[in-house]
């Protein structure tokens, strides 16, 4: 119990609430509408191996602080968000990077932090103050991995 508390309140301090800056200025997209992102320009090609390690990695990405997902390894994986499982059967590669980016542009309403944008919200962790989450490179990994989640 205390643990989940603990998460929950690492997402707030990271992002409620950041819908006012999002790259759809705090308007949630229609029901059932899915925006793509282009790759970002980074340096290196995509490493999946790389963006798995990320998402395990709960003090690099925090993922499982708030999502499920096929990491046997892990302990503890969030329920507060969909499981990561089949992520790659259900959204396109750009679907993924654009909720990665700022998945306020979807749903205005959400606590997943956005990991590439720096503008907006509040009480936002020092360590995160006009700097993304993750780097380009590091939010192509991700994605890229997230793909390889077909079942």
């Given amino acids: 119990m205390r643990r989940g508390a603990r998460a929950f309140g690492l997402v707030a301090m990271l992002v ?23 790759p970002l320009a980074t340096s290196r090609p995509a490493d999946p191996a790389n963006g798995r390690k990320i998402v395990v990695e709960r003090r690099r990405g925090f993922c499982l602080l708030c999502h499920s997902g096929p990491f046997p390894e892990e302990r503890f994986h969030g329920d507060l968000a969909p499981g990561l499982a089949g992520t790659g059967s259900r959204w396109t590669e750009g679907q993924l990077r654009a909720r990665l980016i700022d998945s306020t542009a979807i749903n205005a309403e959400t606590i997943m932090p956005p990991y590439f944008r720096t503008g907006g919200g509040n009480r936002i962790g020092p360590a995160f103050v006009g700097k993304p989450i993750l780097t380009a490179e590091e939010i192509e990994d991700v994605t890229a991995f997230l793909t390889t989640l077909r079942d």
């Fill in 16 to 38: 409620l609430p950041a819908a006012a800056q999002g790259p759809v200025a705090g308007k949630a997209m229609e029901h059932g509408a899915a925006p793509e992102a282009a």
